[in-house]
């Protein structure tokens, strides 16, 4: 409890180092629309990954005590990494007791103790994303690793796996074929090549069964979410990418890793930063040490969970090096879950070696190493969320409603606490267009209930997706009024522009 606490403190001081952003500015307005009784989020077309299950009712939780404001994607960032690193340490003490268990425990939590400054920081302590989801499949693993085995387990198992999917449909390539293809080839090679009974081995079988089973239940879910008036959810984003660009993927897939690890040294900042990302490569060592232990031994080694995280690793790394994903860094929060189950990983097969080696010295160096790394990701001061000093501006020239790109509009409704509804438009062959909804709620564009007449346009967070104000006025006409504010242009016009897009 004490080690949750201070924890906490911690994350969320180095979390406030990045600026909130869209992306965890619409989970926080989702879930704010949950707690005002919209709880199927009726109207909502959200993308292909929700956080229905998994973080919006964490943001939840935090807005009754909080409000809306950006301080809730921090503080949820806090809780959802700590509890990262607390149930890392303990699936990774296995059954282990005394100093031997703390040895696990230690190794997992250093390793995923400090988020590289600057870019780890981005993908692991900021918005809602796939790190969130390590947090119910953790918790599926330690029961999976500490229950009995008995009937219930593999039905128990099976309802964790739903309620993560329904909430993260990459939960079928980290959750649900990991443990199909580890207990399915157990059972097989039992009951197939050794011919032995199947009451000797029904555990194996259930589980994959139960695995599978999940995947159909949780689709299902969603489906009849959706049918009940709910939230759509959009479809999957990646796809195969040519074999000509394979070669480049892997480049990007080790260069991922390294920065999820912390150890991108060649990203970090010169001197000191240098340095701490070259000691985060002893936990990528560890790791990937551990993982061709497992697959060495993968048929003697009498460790589930390690044979299962083994199998997690290597299918997460192959869907997204042959997909059409990994396109830039930022992207690494695709593979996030590779940070958790590397640092279980390490701590449940290569920590009883390290001791017996007496390397227990020179690891606490690594770890008082990666406790400054820790120390120094606190430094940067506190990051403003993007658009915080445009809201006081709209609000005192009266204008609540309105549009902008999606990398400023869900930003603004956060910071102005739901009293501004600033909706996402998309560029659309030399216009601006309301296009198929993404993370919106339809009735924003209801011009029976909103008022909308201006425009936000800002080169502030680079030039993807920037619109510039001549694709406005290509499509609204010529504005009323043109306002500069630091950053900001601010198109406003005399008229409702949600008529023109109705």
């Given amino acids: 409890m004490a080690a949750g606490v201070v924890l906490f403190l911690v994350y969320l001081r180095v979390s406030e180092t990045a600026s909130v952003t869209s992306d965890g500015a619409l989970s926080a307005t989702q879930a704010w629309d949950m707690l005002h009784g919209n709880w199927l989020l009726r109207g909502w077309a959200l993308g292909d990954v929700t956080y229905y299950t998994t973080e ?30 607390l149930l890392a340490g303990l699936l990774a003490k296995g059954d282990k007791t005394g100093k031997a268990g703390l040895v696990r425990m230690l190794i997992a939590a250093v390793i995923m103790i400090a988020p590289q400054a600057g870019p780890g920081v981005a993908v692991l302590l900021q918005a809602p994303d796939h790190i969130g989801t390590g947090v119910p499949l953790l918790l599926t693993f330690l029961l999976l690793d500490r229950a009995p085995r008995r009937w219930w387990l593999p039905a128990a198992v099976a309802l964790m796996l739903v309620w993560a999917q329904i909430g993260d449909r990459t939960v079928v390539t980290m959750g649900v074929v990991p443990v ?10 039992e009951l197939v090549r050794h011919r032995e009974p199947l009451r000797t081995h029904w555990f194996n079988v259930a589980m994959a069964a139960a695995a599978l089973v999940s995947a159909g239940v949780a689709a299902g879910t969603v489906k009849l979410i959706s049918r009940l008036g709910g939230y759509s959810v959009g479809p999957l984003g990646a796809k195969l990418a040519p074999f000509s660009s394979w070669p480049h993927n892997a480049v990007m897939v080790v260069d991922g890793v390294l920065r999820l690890f912390g150890a991108a040294f060649y990203v970090a900042r010169p001197g000191f930063g240098v340095l701490l990302s070259v000691v985060h490569l ?29 199998v ?6 192959a869907a997204y090096g042959i997909s059409t994903l990994p396109y830039a860094s930022y992207q690494n929060h695709e593979i996030a879950c590779v940070l ?11 920590a009883d070696r390290l001791t017996r080696a007496r390397f227990r010295p020179a690891l606490a160096a690594v770890a008082c190493g990666y406790l400054a790394a820790l120390g120094y990701g606190m430094l940067p001061p506190q990051a403003p969320a993007s658009d915080q000093t445009l809201v ?69 967070n680079g030039p993807q997706g920037y619109f510039p104000p001549s694709l406005y006025i290509a499509t609204f006409g010529e504005p009323a009024h043109i306002y500069h504010f630091k950053v900001w242009t601010i198109l ?8 023109l897009l109705s």
């Fill in 312 to 317: 997690a690793i290597l299918v997460q790394l």
């Fill in 180 to 189: 199909v293809v580890v207990c399915g080839t157990l059972a097989f090679r």
């Fill in 340 to 350: 958790p189950f590397g640092a279980v990983l390490a701590g449940r097969v290569v």
């Fill in 392 to 460: 006081p501006w709209l609000r005192a020239h009266h204008l609540t409603d309105g549009f902008a790109n999606y990398s400023n509009a869900a930003a603004i409704d956060l910071v102005s606490g739901d009293t501004m509804t600033v909706t996402i438009l998309w560029s659309d062959h030399g216009h601006v267009s309301r296009g198929n909804l993404f993370e919106e709620k339809a009735s924003d564009f209801d011009p029976r209930r909103h008022y909308a007449n201006f425009a936000v346009s800002t080169k502030a």
């Fill in 282 to 310: 002893v936990g990528v060592a560890l790791a990937v040490w551990a993982l061709c232990r497992v697959i060495r031994r993968f048929f003697t080694l009498d460790d589930l969970i390690a044979r299962i995280l083994s």
């Fill in 492 to 499: 406003v016009w005399d008229k409702n522009l949600l008529d």
């Fill in 56 to 85: 919006l009712p964490e943001y939840v939780l935090v807005e009754i005590f909080r409000g809306l404001g950006p301080w809730d994607v921090h503080i949820s960032a806090a809780i959802t990494y700590t509890l990262l690193v």
